[in-house]
C-alpha cells in the first residue's frame, strides 16, 4: 500500500526537516515546492522571477503554478510507492485538486505542526540556508558552509522578522479552510511542533501507525 503523507504547518514550523526525516524512514520522497520554486528561482527561469517576487514580498504562490508543478512531481516513478507533501497543499482548491491527482492511489495520512507565532519568528529570524542547495544550517550553528555541498549559509529574504509575520498572517488566512478541510476526515493528526525534533517526529511516525488514511472521495 502506498504510504502518502502530507505535513502541514506555517513556515518555520520544522516541516521540512519532519518531511526529510519521514520520507527516509518509509523509504518514499520528499517533496517540497518550496525547493522545487528556490530551484527555479536559483536558475533564472521565468516561473523563477515571477516566484521570486511573490516569495520576497511574504505571499503564496498561485494555484495555476503550483498544482502542474504538483501534478508533474507526483508522476514521476519515485513517488509511485509514496510520497511525504511539503508546502503542498495550502489551499482547500489545492486539496482538491490533489484528491483528483490521488484517485486510485491509495489513501492519505494528514499531519500539521502547530506552533506558536512567536517561536516561529524566532525561528524564522535566526534561520540560515545554503545559498547553493536550500538546506537549513544547525540551530544555532556557527558553521560557514554547508556540509551536504559546501555552499554559504545566508538568511533567505523571506525570512526578515517583517516578511516572516506577513508569511503567518497569509498562512493562516489561506489555510485556516485547509485545515477544516481535512479535519473533518480520517487520518487527521495535529501534532505540538514545538517540541525537540525528535519528540516530533516520534509523535508522527506514532500518528501515522495509528491513523488511518484519508479516503478518496
Known sequence: MARNIILLGPP??????????????????????GDMLREAV?????LGRVAREV???????GDDV????VEERLRRPDAAA???LDGFPRTVAQASALDRMLAGRGGVTVLQLVVPEETIVARLSGRRVCAACGANAAPG?????CGRCGGGFVQR???GELVARERLRVHEAQTAPLVAYYRRRPGFTAVDGSQ???????????????????PRR
Open 12 to 33: 518555520g514550523a520544522g516541516k521540512g526537516t519532519q518531511a526529510e526525516r519521514l520520507g527516509r524512514t518509509y523509504g518514499v520522497p520528499k517533496i517540497s515546492t
Open 42 to 46: 536559483a536558475a533564472g527561469t521565468p
Open 55 to 61: 516569495m520576497e514580498a511574504g505571499r503564496l504562490v
Open 66 to 69: 503550483m498544482v502542474p508543478i
Open 82 to 84: 509514496g510520497f511525504v
Open 141 to 145: 550553528g556557527h558553521e560557514a558552509t
Open 157 to 159: 529574504a523571506d525570512d
Open 196 to 214: 525537540s525534533p525528535d519528540a516530533v517526529e516520534r509523535e508522527l511516525r506514532d500518528a501515522v501507525a495509528a491513523g488511518a488514511p484519508v
